[in-house]
């Protein structure tokens, strides 16, 4: 009994000793992804403890993304993001410092970065150059360099300052970098993203309140442009990413794929039967359709009772259907999601991605795309624009469009001629 009661108290010991040593400073932290060119993608992040349980959240202003599986050893830390397979691995040097590895999935080979955090500096950037110089609030046409010889997109910045915070987002034909958060000191523009997937590094030099010059552009491991923009309060974008049908009179799309509780959906099924129904086109990978996928979840929850339905249909990064499974339950607990993902088996880099799960349409483009069937299951229209709550008055334009198309369709009566 005595040497029971020896060894319990020593396992006590031991456990309290490793709580003591794993005990990290709570509040803000700065971490960094080191790119072998030197350049540093920095972030933010919180950490406080909850009944003695650490919490971490990402920080995008005014995002906040709570990592879940979070987990603290004697002298390690490790969590995944919420959505994405991404994740971290660090070694605890002391209570105010991490070193280790960021991992982020993909199609072929992983990224993986260096990642550094402390608390000693913990603001996203310094602002050594003092106060801004100038203001940067509204619109400006953004003109990107392009990557090993590709050109740029067209793209929009939005831009709003406060003193000398400064957030806002960029906009191109087939998305938005979502949220973006910095500074401008003296004549120095800074700003950074960290969500899982994008990670982004912006610097410019602020000419004045209209121009922007020596633009740098810098996302995970090795993607460098440069980038110079204007002040333009009246700059659009072309639709380069749209998608049409190839033969209008064959406007009326099916398909049967598994959802991710092993169940076969088909659109033809009675759930769908006489509703309006909106297909979206999205990938457990982008960051965009995470965006989308928080819009469309609330929306459906408030409204799916006056004949609305939804179906997600994923392109993942690969056939494995365990890992696309994996990957598109977080998504669904995360929003969660009561519309049906399904999985199309069916890779985002199969050049026949589209001929193989919808051949009426003509090439997927861009992640999320969403086409809206009528009553009769025919499509009405299909929607490869959308742009995310970090884009402002870009957002609230898209939702009012969104649900002015929806009751525009609910208000129609079934046409059995057409069925």
Same mark, same amino acid.
């Given at each position: ?31 960094? /992804? ?63 410092? /991490? ?22 500096? $913990? ?49 191109? $034909? ?39 010059? !020596? ?22 974008? $072309? ?98 999601? !009561?519309?049906? /993902? ?78």
């Amino acid at each position: 009994m005595k040497k029971v009661l020896f060894t319990i108290a020593l396992f006590c010991f031991a456990v309290s000793a490793s709580i003591g040593q794993t005990s990290l400073t709570k509040g803000n932290w700065r971490g960094w /992804l080191q790119r072998a060119d030197g350049k540093q993608i920095v972030f933010s992040f919180t950490l406080q403890y909850s009944h003695n349980q650490p919490q971490l959240s990402i920080i995008n202003s005014p995002e906040k993304l709570q990592v879940k599986a979070l987990r603290i050893t004697s002298d390690s830390i490790s969590f995944s993001m919420p959505v994405f397979e991404s994740a971290f691995k660090a070694k605890i040097i002391n209570a105010d410092s /991490l070193q280790g590895e960021w991992t982020k999935g993909s199609s072929s080979k992983n990224t993986v970065l260096p990642f550094f955090a402390s608390t000693r500096e $913990p603001a996203r950037f310094q602002p050594v150059k003092g106060k801004a110089a100038h203001m940067l609030n509204g619109k400006y046409t953004v003109k990107f360099s392009g990557f090993r010889g590709n050109a740029g997109e067209p793209a929009i910045a939005v831009f709003k300052q406060d003193g000398s915070h400064l957030t806002g987002s960029i906009l191109t $034909p087939t998305g938005d970098y979502r949220y973006l958060d910095g500074l401008v000191t003296g004549d120095s523009l800074l700003l950074s993203t960290f969500d899982g997937v994008h990670a982004f590094l912006i610097t410019a030099t602020v000419k004045d309140n209209h121009q922007l010059t !020596d633009g740098k552009f810098y996302s995970g491991a090795v993607v460098h442009e440069e980038w110079t923009a204007y002040k333009n309060d009246t700059a659009t974008l $072309p639709d380069l990413a749209a998608m049409y049908l190839k033969n209008k009179e064959e406007d009326k799309p099916a398909f049967s794929f598994t959802d991710i509780d092993g169940k076969q959906v088909n659109l033809s099924d009675a759930r769908f039967k006489d509703k309006v129904v909106i297909l979206q086109l999205m990938g457990s990978w982008c960051p965009n359709c995470m965006d989308e996928t928080a819009f469309l979840s609330e929306w459906y929850k408030k409204n799916h009772q006056r004949g609305v339905e939804i179906i997600g249909l994923a392109y993942e990064y690969s056939t494995d259907f365990q890992r696309s499974q994996n990957s598109l339950r977080k998504f669904q607990q995360r929003f969660q999601v !009561d519309y049906p /993902l399904l999985i199309t088996g069916v890779t985002v880099s199969d050049t026949l991605r589209t001929e193989k799960t919808l051949p009426l349409f003509t090439h997927i483009k861009t992640f999320p795309t969403s086409i809206i069937l009528d009553k009769n299951g025919r499509v009405r229209k299909i929607d490869t624009g959308f742009f995310g709550p970090g884009t402002g008055d870009y957002y609230t334009h898209y939702k009012q469009e969104f649900e002015a198309t929806i009751s525009e369709l609910l208000k129609e009566q079934k046409d059995i001629t057409k069925s």
